[in-house]
């Protein structure tokens, strides 16, 4: 009878702190959002509260804390194994990249907790208590759907918090900064992995294999009267059957979820110019950015962000409301998002031509509804000159065009496979880091592969995120037999990672691992020669080299310059030589190709 009674106590006791769990920002009127202590401590509580709230550590951060991991499992099941084979769809949650944009952090727990809460009171058969937000339930859509957040991402920002960032922000009253712990915009990261969040990140992301994905953020730019915009993974580039309903169904159905709620969503403002009026393109995010990441593994991505200039109790609503919209249209939609996703999945093993660059289409463009302010120009206070100004006196609605078409280009044939050599292990980790299937040679083999040669390129003149960016890549290519040692990675093209392989490995992308200087080692010259040395072997070397010693006369003919420069010309006969160092701009992925 004793222990009957202290496993109801117990039951009584948890319920009742769960419906007592509020949060910071419920505490201060709306008006503040936690410190990372204290979110924590708010999860794990829950955690404790809730049969259906399980808290993991997943690697470390920068900051020298551990990246969590939440999981919302209304059947009380957090294996992913499990849960896969029960057909659930996972969304994953992406809160405090940027903590200075808060609004998601405080959103999931508000989220989270109502879920427990309306759960709770269906399985006691009794009406629940109204929470502060919730006013509608959620978790009927919950039974075959999986959230899993992440609560807080970039934790050294959110550890370093002040009231003074973000000065044109409407709060809340004091929040983090936008760089991690070795001041990196994490959202710039995916790719290179300078941070330990962008490799805990991608350990939970393919643990998960999110069928949606969403970053919650703050914009800033013009003033206009819509709470939330969105940015959606670019349609042509996600392309295929996905791409497809993403533009024709998915959008329109999240477009249309927020309007049964009162909130007009549009697009994320990316104007041409000062004002948004005459339209803008559709935010086309790289692989460098989260939605671009995760959209190279065949992800529904998109980025949330609420507009910096409405009140901070406003913009946590309307996140909230937009993450339900998502969990509502992913259980309706679940079985055609997993028929795509596979059928995407086993497709792009045998795509033989991925495209790499893609260019705005301004031929083509969408309409949608923008509520503005008319914009303006008076004297600034503080140099007497125009300056632009939105007049909320005169807000106005108009039909813009949204520029959301883009082409592709730069097509690359897929090889069979790519070779590695086992010295660039930063490569390496990174697609180790990333699941990519690859063995290691098991001896020294000579191969045929293709092999190119980087023949042009630009490099940023100040440094980006810790990188001075290498861009318009220009390449030739050959075919040579080479021998690899035992012990080099062999990267079969066969595997749901093609896409994130050719946009990493093949050096013109815009986000390769040679964009981002990871290749850098091929760019300057190791050996070299003495010239006076060398002026007796090179005149050797013409002697028995007469097609070389043609070359060298017509460029002589044609070049003044070079005719009369002595040390051009033997460098000419040098770089036309045996001795010229081969791996000098030899670029050191190379393509099998049958």
Partial sequence: MRKIFLLFFVCLTTTIFSQNITTKFEQSNRTQTPTYPEIIDWWKKMDAASPYVK??????????????????????????????????????????????????????????????????????????????????????????????????????????????????????????????????????????????????????????????FVDNHVSNGADYQHVMTLICTQHNKLGGVMGEFLNKIFEPGLYASMKEKNYDLIPYVNSFSDTPDNGWPEYFEGPRYSSGYAALWHTFSFVAETHMLKPYDQRVRATYELMKSFIDFTSTNSAMIKKLRDQTKQAVKTQTEFPISWSLDRSQSSKRIYK???????????SGLPRLFYDRTKPYEKEIPF??????????????????????????????????????????????????????????PRPYEMHHINSEVKTSISSKKMQFRKGDYYIPMNQVANRFLIETLEPTAADSYFAWNFFDGILGQKEGYSGYAFE????????????????????????????????????????????????????PVFRLVK
């Fill in 55 to 212: 808290m993991m550590e997943m690697g470390m951060s920068d900051a020298g804390h551990p990246l969590h991991l939440i999981l919302v499992s209304t059947d009380k099941d957090f294996n992913i194994p499990s849960l896969k084979k029960k057909n659930k769809r996972f969304i994953l949650i992406n809160n405090g990249i940027h903590p200075g944009e808060p609004d998601g952090i405080d959103a999931s727990m508000l989220l989270v907790r109502d879920i427990d809460e309306t759960m709770k009171d269906k399985a006691a058969a009794r009406p629940g208590r109204p929470a502060i937000i919730r006013d509608t339930d959620t978790t009927f859509f919950l039974e075959n759907v999986v959230l899993a957040i992440i609560p807080v991402y970039n934790i050294g920002g959110c550890l370093n918090r002040s009231a003074d960032y973000r000065v044109d922000q409407n709060g809340p009253e004091e929040f983090g900064s936008r760089g991690n712990s070795q001041n990196l915009d994490l959202n710039r990261d995916f790719i290179k992995c300078d941070s330990k969040e962008a490799k805990a990140f991608a350990e939970i992301f393919h643990l998960i294999d999110p069928d949606v």
């Fill in 403 to 460: 520029f959301n078409f883009y082409k592709s280009g730069n097509y690359i044939k897929k090889p069979v496979a790519y070779i590695i050599p086992q010295g660039w292990a930063g490569v390496i980790e990174l697609l180790k880091i990333n699941k990519v299937t690859m063995t290691q040679l098991k001896k020294d083999t000579l191969i045929e592969v293709e092999v190119y040669r980087i023949d042009d390129y630009k490099t940023s």
């Fill in 372 to 382: 503005g302010y008319a914009a303006d120009r008076k004297p600034s206070e503080v």
């Fill in 536 to 587: 007796d072997i090179a005149a050797d070397y013409l002697k028995n080299n007469t097609d070389l010693k043609n070359k060298l006369d017509q460029r002589r003919s044609t070049d003044t310059a070079f005719a009369k420069n002595g040390r051009a010309q033997l460098n000419f006969v040098y770089e036309n030589s045996p001795w010229y160092e081969p791996d000098y701009l030899r670029y």
